[in-house]
T-cell receptor, first 113, second 115 residues
Framework: DVKVTQSSRYLVKRTGEKVFLECVQD?????MFWYRQDPGLGLRLIYF???????EKGDIPEGYSVSREKKERFSLILESASTNQTSMYLC????????????FGPGTRLTVL | KQEVTQIPAALSVPEGENLVLNCSFT??????LQWFRQDPGKGLTSLLL?????REQTSGRLNASLDKSSGRSTLYIAASQPGDSATYLC??????????????FGGGTRLMVKP
């Protein structure tokens, strides 16, 4: 089974802090994604990566950056956390082989005070 | 731009009932459609993936159908159980390479199955 893990289930940070959310997948997938999920707004794509060191902006990249130094790991960075970044963050991965299923991690509930 | 709509937004049924969740999308040029389940505060679990060339997929008590030309998919759950209570999301992948072939999600249907 594909396994996507995220470094924390719950995280509480203060405004202005730099925040790192880590995601690791164990199936050698080329594509990795970061979403945020908010009530009434659904899932929105922040960034994705289709290869090591490659990244593309999604729908809502402002205030975020990403890093993909190794194929299995995709990090989401909040350079200076703000209260409007309080959300559920979901990481996902997918093979490029034939537009296969997208697999999600358990999510990180981030609260910015 | 692709838009995905799920109706109803919420559904409550007694245990044992068969039920249908609906998903519609505006652009029929899709590569596949995926149904997910999400429990409160958790990530998404993939239930079924239907390629655009397929009409349906089955897994246990779940059956998903796809009518690409009309832009519709349904998720049929047979003999519902309280453990089926969750939010169900459908998502489509675009046919052409569009910014990584990202998924476009519907808003979800929140299902409650009462004992």
């Amino acid at each position: 089974d594909v396994k996507v893990t995220q470094s924390s289930r719950y995280l509480v940070k203060r405004t202005g802090e730099k925040v790192f959310l880590e995601c690791v997948q164990d199936m050698d997938h080329e594509n990795m994604f970061w979403y945020r999920q908010d009530p009434g707004l659904g899932l929105r794509l922040i960034y994705f990566s289709y290869d090591v060191k490659m990244k593309e902006k999604g729908d809502i990249p402002e205030g975020y950056s990403v890093s993909r130094e190794k194929k299995e790991r995709f990090s989401l960075i909040l350079e200076s956390a703000s209260t409007n970044q309080t959300s559920m963050y979901l990481c996902a991965s997918r093979s490029s082989a034939s537009y296969n299923e997208q697999f999600f991690g358990p999510g990180t509930r981030l609260t910015v005070l | 731009k692709q838009e995905v709509t799920q109706i109803p937004a919420a559904l409550s049924v007694p245990e044992g009932e068969n039920l249908v969740l609906n998903c519609s999308f505006t652009d029929s040029a899709i590569y596949n459609l995926q149904w997910f389940r999400q429990d409160p505060g958790k990530g998404l679990t993939s239930l079924l993936l239907i390629q655009s060339s397929q009409r349906e997929q089955t897994s246990g008590r779940l059956n998903a159908s796809l009518d690409k030309s009309s832009g519709r998919s349904t998720l049929y759950i047979a003999a519902s159980q309280p453990g089926d209570s969750a939010t169900y999301l459908c998502a489509v992948t675009g046919e052409l390479h569009n910014a990584g072939n990202m998924l476009t999600f519907g808003g979800g249907t929140r299902l409650m199955v009462k004992p």
